[in-house]
């Protein structure tokens, strides 16, 4: 995944050089290769970013291929695609076969199928093959993570002969996972896996059968992103190799493109959990069109279930007519309880991403979440009985409805009703995403608004029942 657009002033760096480069492409292009050979290839793309666009193509030109290619990977996405649409077929080509596979087949994933077509069509046969079988998955799978660059060597082969052909790989071609060696047999398939460090100290004579560990982790080309994420952080692993169904091995997702996609994974939830749906580009490519549709759903929605709230107040008007101390309340009790399941969705929904809470755990959730709703409740009920009371005594209000309802009745409704309010907040935010996992959906989905509103309305309830229960005799 590319890094995020940065001013100016996050890369001051590239700020300094840019009118050096811009400098150097009018007078000498040929010398900027030079002059920025020491530079990492993200620093590069810090340059390139601080340069004025029409000047982009010119820049990636004056460098190497294989250099430009790797300052393309690190490219926000909507440069990158500026650029390769800028370019001609054959150099957008010649760039894009540089990259790894994985990253190619990002590339052209983000450009216009018609354009990534052109490219594709003048990359070599073996690259373009590698790249239209990664672009068949998903991009948010394991096959759609993988990359093609690995190291696997037939079991059968002694140490010294791996070691002579990991070195002659080294040398001659690109592997982006070479810390990893896997072991092989003849039709392919996995059958274990070493570090270089345990293949360099193993005792000469050694075969690969005999130092190679055989339990290897493994997942299917169609397996979601969320699943190497987990297999990678259980077992500490650097790359998770992708097997198919008779385990031949396919490719391997590397350490960085985990990272990339627990940002992904966590990015989501957390739009999600904003109340909104999760959006496709970052939030300064994102078109203001589309910014409008992924927000304005749930906002309907939850307009819509918020409307029920107003019901609620109408079905008590007469008892709020009688009693008006009672809406002095009504926005502590709503809060209070969208508050408490807001706790317990975001509680649940993140321990059922970490696979910390599965689907069989439900009762063992709720019966935790009663307890501590019901304790939760206790303590903003103290909280407010003591607030009533003190207000009461300087005079600030009186809460004793015209001295016809002793104050510890209201403060008894108030604090009543927030334990019942607050208790069924947090089984509700606790239990609802176990029902959305049930059902198929994402227990993302069960945002914090979402919950926030389905507590309003019930808590509504709650509280003018438990006030019709305490109060009834004194004024209502």
Known sequence: MTPPQR???????????????????????????????????????????????????????????????????????????????????????????????????????????????????EIPAAARAETEALLQYEPDSAGGRMTTEFVAAAETLTVEEALRSVRAMARTERREALYTVYTTDAKGRLLGVLSLRELLAAPEGAHLSDVAWTEVHTVLPTAPQGDVVRLASDYDLVAVPVVDDDRRLLGVVTVDDVIDAIEEEQTEDVQKLGGMEALDEPYMQIGFLAMLKKRAGWLSILMVSEMFTTSALQHYDKELERAAVLTLFVPLVMSSGGNSGSQSTSLITRAMALDEVRLRDWWRVAVRELPSGMTLGAILGVIAIVRILLWQHFGFYDYTMQGRTPIGYVAGTIACALVGIVTFGSMTGSMLPFLLRRLGFDPASASAPFVATLVDVTGLIIYFNVALLFLRGTLL
Do not use: K
């Not at 695609?81 to 080509?93: D, G, P, V």
């Open 7 to 121: 001013d100016d002033a996050e890369r001051p760096v590239a700020a300094l050089l840019a009118p050096d480069i811009l400098d150097l492409l009018e007078e000498d292009p040929s010398s900027v290769a030079l002059e920025t050979e020491e530079m990492h290839p993200a620093d590069l793309a810090d340059v390139a970013e601080a340069l004025p666009e029409d000047r982009l193509v010119a820049f990636l030109s004056a460098l190497p291929t294989a250099r430009a290619a790797d300052v393309l990977e690190y490219l926000s996405e909507d440069l990158r695609s500026l650029a390769l649409e800028a370019m001609s077929t054959r150099q957008a080509a010649a760039l894009v076969t540089e990259m790894t596979p994985d990253d190619r087949a990002d590339v052209l994933e983000e450009l216009e199928e018609e354009r990534a077509e052109e490219i594709l069509q």
